[in-house]
């Protein structure tokens, strides 16, 4: 695999089964997570995303398969010897203060190699507004990043300077299980450019379970919705392209809705795009800086679908 490849996936999928459209029950989910963690995309995979008040669910679940000692016939057996989990929970917006507790719990038993390592070091939660986001930061740990969900239907600016020089990320949902969930480009495009205007990091979520922009079905259901889905190639390559002046807004927009895999390349010195006016380009080095401190992740349902697709374009 290329080496421009290989940082733009660096721990680039958060584990949502829970939610839809695969809406998994806790064991399989859980089974599926441990199983990829294993797996030779291993490197792809960074939180298993919960709810905070399924956690207790999550535990009983997943304790057994966490890496950590456990006391078996009178000996102790080593279960495992992977990192500890990372947990990303999902806190209601009206009423945050119960999920950080129910957050603080988990944290507390997990870790105890005994009942499973385990870490919740983000918590997403929908932004209200900027004053609700600056009382929701009064109250959040110092060792756990919170990303706010920031409606893209509307003028993120005022949102997202609300974040600008705190300990915080934004959050945008890029899809949806019927077409008119999913934003549009121009949305999508002014969402990553008011972050690095106001150098705040961001994640996303829903509708990225494929590497390149096109027309899929919505759900796994029998006569599901087809929608123009957004490629998690073309947003996190937007982001790097963003992150480091190579393109404007414009620009992004219409990387946003690059359909043609040869009209991208990668190799071990960077990634390029060749663009309507003229080939633009990013230095591996430059898509490590902006994977660790601009655009850090996106939520899926599904681990195999996305780098199954990409190992059939050749680029996993």
């Not at 709810?51 to 016939?73: C, I, N």
């Not at 946003?256 to 390349?265: A, G």
């Amino acid at each position: 695999m290329p080496a421009s490849i290989d940082a733009l996936l660096d721990k680039l999928i958060d584990y949502a089964g829970l939610f839809p459209p695969a809406q998994l029950d806790m064991d399989p989910a859980v089974t599926e997570f441990a199983r990829h963690l294993r797996g030779p995309h291993a490197g792809v995979l960074s939180h298993f995303i919960c709810p905070a008040w399924r956690l207790d669910e999550l535990t009983k679940h997943a304790s057994m398969v966490m890496p950590g000692t456990f006391a078996t016939s009178g000996y102790t057996e080593m279960a495992d010897v992977t990192p500890p989990w990372k947990v990303a929970a999902i806190v209601k917006a009206d009423d945050p203060q119960t999920g950080l507790e129910q957050v603080k719990a988990f944290n507390e038993h997990h870790s105890d190699e005994r009942n499973g390592l385990a870490n919740i070091d983000a918590i997403e939660i929908k932004a209200l507004s900027a004053s609700f986001i600056d009382e929701a930061l009064e109250a959040m740990p110092d060792d756990i990043i919170p990303f706010f969900e920031i409606d893209h239907r509307e003028d993120p600016r005022g949102m997202i300077a609300a974040l600008s020089g705190l300990p915080a990320a934004a959050k945008i949902r890029t899809g949806g299980v019927t077409p008119e969930l999913i934003p549009t480009p121009e949305e999508v495009a002014r969402f990553i450019w008011c972050c690095q205007i106001g150098d705040v990091p961001f994640k996303c979520t829903a509708g990225l379970h494929h590497p390149l922009r096109g027309d899929y079905r919505l759900t796994y259901e029998d006569g599901s919705d087809n929608g123009t889905m957004f490629g998690f190639l073309n947003v996190f390559l937007t982001s790097a392209f963003i992150r480091h002046g190579k393109i404007d807004e414009a620009q992004a927009a219409t990387l946003l809705v690059e359909t043609d895999k040869d009209k991208l390349s990668f190799d071990d010195h960077g990634a390029s795009w060749n663009a309507p006016s003229g080939e633009v380009s990013v230095t591996t080095d430059e898509i490590i800086d902006a994977r660790r401190q601009f655009s850090f992740s996106y939520g899926s349902c599904s681990f195999t679908e996305p780098t199954e697709e990409l190992a059939g374009l050749g680029w996993l």
